[in-house]
């Protein structure tokens, strides 16, 4: 059974960081983009963050673009995502989804992810 789970969210001040953490089970997703979203309340799914299987090109939107950095470790049998946080804005406040895409070896952007996690709640106080 493959599972994406998330960890690492909280309650942070505005200004602070956090770091997210996603481990990927069940399959490997070393040759797989791997993508983070989040979902406020009453608000739409919206993409975060995504880097392909190398590590060599990463995508922000534009609304974290300079303060949030995705990295990944992609060990023998396992593959970790991160999302590196800083500078938090009560606007950042959602619930983080990591993602993996099953097409090996596909681009950064246009993904078509087939796997979620359950989410981690991040928020951010004023």
């Known amino acids: 059974q493959v599972q994406l789970v998330e960890s690492g969210g909280g309650l942070v001040q505005a200004g602070g960081s956090l770091r997210l953490s996603c481990a990927a089970s069940g399959r490997t997703f070393s040759r797989n983009t791997m993508g983070w979203f989040r979902q406020a309340p009453g608000k739409e799914r919206e993409f975060v963050a995504a880097?392909?299987?190398?590590?060599?090109?990463?995508?922000?939107a534009d609304s974290v673009k300079g303060r949030f950095t995705i990295s990944r470790d992609n060990a023998k049998n396992t593959v970790t995502v991160y999302l590196q946080m800083n500078s938090l804005k009560p606007e950042d406040t959602a619930l983080y989804y990591c993602?993996?895409?099953?097409?090996?070896?596909?681009?950064?952007?246009?993904?078509?992810?087939?796997?979620w996690g359950q989410g981690t709640q991040v928020t951010v106080s004023s």
């Open positions: 993602a993996g895409d099953t097409r090996d070896f596909g681009p950064v952007t246009n993904v078509n992810y087939d796997y």
């Open positions: 880097i392909t299987w190398s590590g060599d090109s990463t995508y922000y």
